[in-house]
């Protein structure tokens, strides 16, 4: 199917702005931002183009003093038992919950994504929520082990916050991860200095608002606008911790700089993460989350698939089930469940990932379906692409392209496919696809990844809230949720207790003595398991 034959729902010149997001909101939600400068952005509807709301851009003195308001309230904060912060989360969750269809609506006029993406974006924080309800209490209270020496010593773990943490939010999930980021760590009793993307900041500001009506002290979670050089490095300078999501290239910055302020940094950076697809895969079952995976939001999913690997004997086969269903996919610009593509962020963006097609046919590659911008049907869409001959001289080769673009490989065996798939210097996810289970482990076993989906592309690993999730090589540094998703935002303090002076030789003894006494005391402990 061809472009021009694609079945389009709605267009940027139909498409009618919800009800919901009314000029009263747009104000009370920028009017958060600390901004005193009287410098603006203009903040878009991706789908037409058309200015919503002015945004302030933050100066150095209003980050310093959004940290300065937000140590203050944390100083409170921190003192409350966590039980009764935890009930402020609980009441949390069912206001965010209520309002996900104004919260869909916002994401969408901000972020361009259709309308399936942005719901299932407002269904992370109520679970992060959920997950640390049952989590949190537990983590946070003192831990009790044993001293050097048993029954007279004793040495207790408490957990102390950070103090301020500073957030870093990308464009691609700004309700999720502006907020999802932030509320383990406003657990932890810390204060939260959000930054989101320019394009995206009235999801999480409405956010905000929300965990405020459930009875979030105000002060606590600030919010500061502006382009990532001009406020970065104060919101570095004066926090206690940064989490960044975006690119590799960023990260590197951010990570140098926290570490000569000798804070600690969570970093979830870039990926060209690969799909494995073994020879004895259901093609009806693979070939429907196989294209979510590679065009959900648009490609723009740091988890998405890049590269997908088929095997030389059902090449053929697969090749044209995926381009297919590639070509059906429906694109639109609309605030309903109708298209299942919905723009990309920015037409700056359209033209990064333009460029990466442009680039690959010139050196070669060939476009299987889609390849092209759509204009008419907004101003930054760009239809799902499938390419075939891509190679490591081409950028969407080797570099991340973050867009509806995938590249299809043959390869004869499966120690070549797994050889392929960590040919690359980044690591953030992986998918194996097999009707055999344990074959398929096998596989995920020897793939270099932080996140390996078995028989699903990206979310099983995702959504799994329990489960540390995380990059290696260049994708990143320490990882979101699971226990550690919240104990990186606190410092363990140690508390050791000495009830006996045991600790030494007693007045008088005879040093050699002591250490026949002490050396035999340390086989004795290992023998009898004490510690």
Request: with cysteine; hydrophobic share 40%.
């Given at each position: 199917?061809?472009g021009?034959?694609?079945?389009?729902?709605?267009?940027?010149?139909?498409?009618?702005?919800p009800?919901s997001?009314?000029?009263?909101?747009?104000?009370?939600?920028?009017?958060?931002?600390?901004?005193?400068?009287?410098?603006?952005?203009?903040?878009?509807?991706v789908y037409?183009?058309?200015?919503?709301?002015?945004?302030?851009q933050?100066?150095?003195e209003?980050?310093?003093?959004?940290?300065?308001?937000?140590?203050?309230?944390?100083?409170?904060w921190?003192?409350?038992?966590?039980e009764?912060?935890?009930?402020?989360?609980?009441?949390?969750?069912?206001?965010?919950?209520?309002?996900?269809?104004?919260?869909?609506?916002?994401?969408?006029?901000?972020?361009?994504?259709?309308?399936?993406?942005?719901?299932?974006?407002?269904c992370?924080p109520?679970?992060?929520i959920?997950?640390?309800?049952?989590?949190?209490?537990?983590?946070?209270?003192?831990?009790?082990?044993?001293?050097?020496?048993?029954?007279?010593?004793?040495s207790?773990?408490?957990?102390v916050?950070k103090?301020?943490?500073?957030?870093?939010?990308p464009?691609?999930?700004?309700?999720a991860?502006?907020?999802?980021?932030?509320?383990?760590?406003?657990?932890a009793?810390?204060?939260?200095?959000?930054?989101?993307?320019?394009?995206?900041?009235?999801?999480?500001l409405?956010?905000?608002?929300?965990?405020?009506?459930?009875?979030?002290?105000?002060?606590?979670?600030?919010?500061?606008?502006?382009?990532?050089?001009?406020v970065?490095?104060?919101?570095?300078?004066?926090?206690?911790?940064?989490m960044f999501t975006?690119?590799?290239?960023?990260?590197?910055?951010?990570?140098?700089?926290?570490?000569?302020?000798?804070?600690?940094?969570?970093?979830?950076?870039?990926?060209?993460?690969?799909?494995?697809?073994?020879?004895?895969?259901?093609?009806?079952?693979?070939?429907?989350?196989?294209?979510?995976?590679?065009?959900?939001?648009?490609?723009q999913?740091?988890?998405?698939?890049?590269?997908?690997?088929?095997?030389?004997?059902?090449?053929?086969?697969?090749?044209?089930?995926?381009v297919?269903?590639?070509?059906?996919?429906?694109?639109?610009?609309?605030?309903?469940?109708?298209?299942?593509?919905g723009?990309?962020?920015?037409?700056?963006?359209?033209?990064?990932?333009?460029?990466?097609?442009?680039?690959?046919v010139?050196?070669?590659?060939?476009?299987?379906?889609?390849?092209r911008?759509?204009?008419?049907?907004?101003?930054?869409?760009?239809?799902?692409?499938?390419?075939?001959?891509?190679?490591?001289?081409?950028?969407?080769?080797?570099t991340?392209t973050?867009g509806?673009?995938?590249?299809?490989h043959?390869?004869?065996?499966?120690?070549e496919?797994?050889?392929?798939?960590?040919?690359?210097?980044?690591?953030?996810?992986a998918?194996?696809?097999?009707?055999?289970?344990?074959?398929?482990?096998?596989?995920?076993?020897?793939?270099?990844?932080g996140?390996v989906?078995?028989n699903?592309a990206?979310?099983?690993?995702?959504?799994?809230?329990?489960?540390?999730?995380?990059?290696v090589?260049?994708?990143?540094?320490?990882?979101?949720?699971g226990?550690?998703?919240?104990?990186?935002?606190?410092?363990?303090?140690?508390?050791?207790?000495?009830?006996?002076?045991?600790?030494?030789?007693r007045?008088g003894?005879?040093?050699?003595?002591?250490?026949?006494?002490?050396?035999?005391?340390?086989?004795l402990?290992?023998?009898?398991?004490?510690?």
């Amino acid at each position: 199917m061809t472009g021009d034959e694609r079945r389009v729902l709605g267009t940027g010149a139909d498409v009618r702005r919800p009800a919901s997001i009314t000029e009263d909101l747009l104000q009370r939600l920028v009017g958060r931002v600390r901004g005193s400068t009287g410098n603006t952005w203009k903040l878009t509807e991706v789908y037409t183009g058309d200015v919503l709301v002015e945004l302030p851009q933050s100066s150095p003195e209003d980050i310093e003093a959004a940290f300065e308001e937000a140590r203050e309230a944390q100083r409170l904060w921190a003192r409350w038992p966590v039980e009764k912060r935890l009930e402020v989360f609980d009441r949390a969750h069912t206001l965010l919950v209520d309002n996900a269809h104004t919260t869909a609506d916002l994401i969408q006029a901000e972020s361009g994504k259709n309308r399936r993406m942005a719901i299932e974006e407002t269904c992370d924080p109520p679970m992060i929520i959920s997950y640390y309800l049952k989590r949190a209490a537990k983590l946070l209270a003192p831990r009790k082990h044993g001293g050097p020496v048993p029954f007279v010593s004793s040495s207790t773990e408490v957990r102390v916050p950070k103090g301020v943490v500073g957030i870093i939010a990308p464009w691609n999930f700004p309700f999720a991860t502006g907020l999802s980021d932030a509320i383990p760590a406003l657990m932890a009793g810390n204060a939260v200095v959000v930054k989101p993307d320019n394009k995206t900041a009235l999801s999480p500001l409405f956010g905000i608002s929300l965990l405020e009506e459930a009875g979030l002290p105000k002060g606590l979670f600030q919010v500061v606008c502006g382009e990532g050089p001009d406020v970065g490095p104060t919101l570095i300078d004066n926090a206690d911790y940064i989490m960044f999501t975006g690119s590799t290239a960023t990260g590197r910055v951010i990570g140098e700089r926290a570490g000569r302020n000798l804070i600690g940094c969570c970093l979830e950076l870039g990926g060209k993460n690969p799909m494995i697809v073994l020879d004895d895969v259901d093609v009806e079952e693979w070939v429907e989350s196989a294209s979510f995976g590679v065009f959900g939001n648009t490609g723009q999913i740091c988890m998405h698939i890049e590269r997908i690997y088929l095997p030389d004997s059902r090449y053929d086969e697969l090749k044209a089930a995926f381009v297919e269903r590639a070509s059906t996919l429906t694109m639109g610009a609309a605030y309903d469940f109708g298209p299942e593509l919905g723009s990309l962020v920015s037409p700056d963006h359209k033209e990064r990932v333009a460029s990466h097609v442009e680039d690959a046919v010139a050196k070669g590659a060939t476009v299987l379906t889609g390849g092209r911008a759509r204009p008419d049907v907004g101003p930054a869409f760009f239809e799902p692409t499938v390419l075939e001959g891509v190679t490591t001289d081409m950028v969407c080769g080797v570099t991340e392209t973050f867009g509806p673009v995938v590249a299809l490989h043959r390869y004869r065996t499966v120690d070549e496919a797994i050889h392929l798939a960590n040919d690359t210097d980044y690591g953030l996810n992986a998918s194996v696809w097999s009707g055999d289970l344990k074959r398929a482990q096998a596989v995920a076993a020897r793939i270099e990844s932080g996140n390996v989906n078995i028989n699903d592309a990206l979310a099983t690993a995702y959504a799994s809230k329990g489960s540390p999730s995380g990059g290696v090589k260049n994708s990143g540094v320490g990882a979101r949720h699971g226990d550690q998703g919240l104990l990186k935002y606190t410092d363990a303090k140690n508390v050791a207790v000495l009830k006996k002076q045991v600790m030494g030789a007693r007045p008088g003894q005879d040093y050699d003595a002591y250490v026949k006494q002490m050396l035999s005391s340390l086989k004795l402990m290992k023998k009898l398991r004490v510690r």
